[in-house]
């Protein structure tokens, strides 16, 4: 039931985009983003609840194919803020089941 | 309006002894979740509960782990008799009571070291 996140890891340069996928073997209803910077909490980013969605946060958005059971986080021209570890959640049953997350490392 | 508040934030315990963790969701939620991390890996979702009641306790180990959420007060995970095993970092996060929406916030985390 694990969601399924790639690449696990990805290095950018500043100033370039990258996409995140998350995909299910099960029907998503909702899929839910977060940020976590090594030794912090999980940061908020979006909720996507109906398919065909999209969210945007400043040059963070994020599509969901219901049809396709997947979600894709994109980052546009990263900043060096963005680096961190980028989980996708969905939920069943009134919890969240998260992958095992994507590294994002934005360097100078 | 203050965020989800966890205390402690660093936890060094002795294997057999007990771990308590505290969870105080924001103001206004009423349904709380407590996760597990483990260096390096994802989040595992342990229990959620509501005010007095657990909803699903379904990622909970059966034995040794409990968790309550009184009328008053955090809600509380409790570890007894640990072992080395337990040791990771526990996030709770709470949500809004409204339907339809279950973005979650979370708190900055307890991290336990069992020696």
């Known amino acids: 039931q694990q969601p399924v996140q790639s690449p696990q890891a990805v290095i950018l340069r500043e100033g370039e985009d990258a996409v995140i996928n998350c995909s299910s073997s099960k029907a998503l209803y909702s899929v839910h983003w977060y940020r976590q910077k090594h030794g912090e909490a999980p940061v908020f980013l979006m909720i996507l609840l109906k398919g065909g969605e999209q969210k945007g946060h400043e040059k963070i958005s994020a599509s969901f194919n219901e049809k396709k059971q997947q979600s894709s986080l994109y980052l546009t021209a990263s900043q060096l803020s963005y680096s961190g570890t980028y989980f996708c959640?969905?939920?069943?049953?009134?919890?969240?089941?998260f992958g095992k997350g994507t590294k994002l490392t934005v360097n100078p | 309006n203050a965020g989800v508040m966890q205390n402690p934030r660093h936890l060094v315990r002795r294997r057999g002894q007990e771990a308590r963790l505290r969870c105080s969701p924001m103001?206004?939620?009423?349904?709380v979740y407590w996760y597990r991390q483990l260096p390096e890996e994802g989040l595992k979702f342990m229990v959620y509960?509501?005010?007095?009641?657990?909803?699903?306790e379904s990622g909970m180990p059966k034995e040794r782990f409990s968790a309550e959420f009184p009328k008053e007060g955090p809600s509380i995970l409790r570890i007894q008799q640990v072992v080395r095993g337990d040791s990771a970092a526990y996030f709770c996060a709470s949500s809004p009571d409204m339907t339809g929406n279950n973005e979650q916030y979370f708190g900055p985390g307890t991290r336990l070291t069992v020696t």
């Open positions: 103001k206004g939620h009423s349904h």
């Open positions: 959640g969905t939920e069943i049953s009134e919890k969240l089941v």
């Open positions: 509960l509501q005010k007095e009641n657990i909803i699903d």
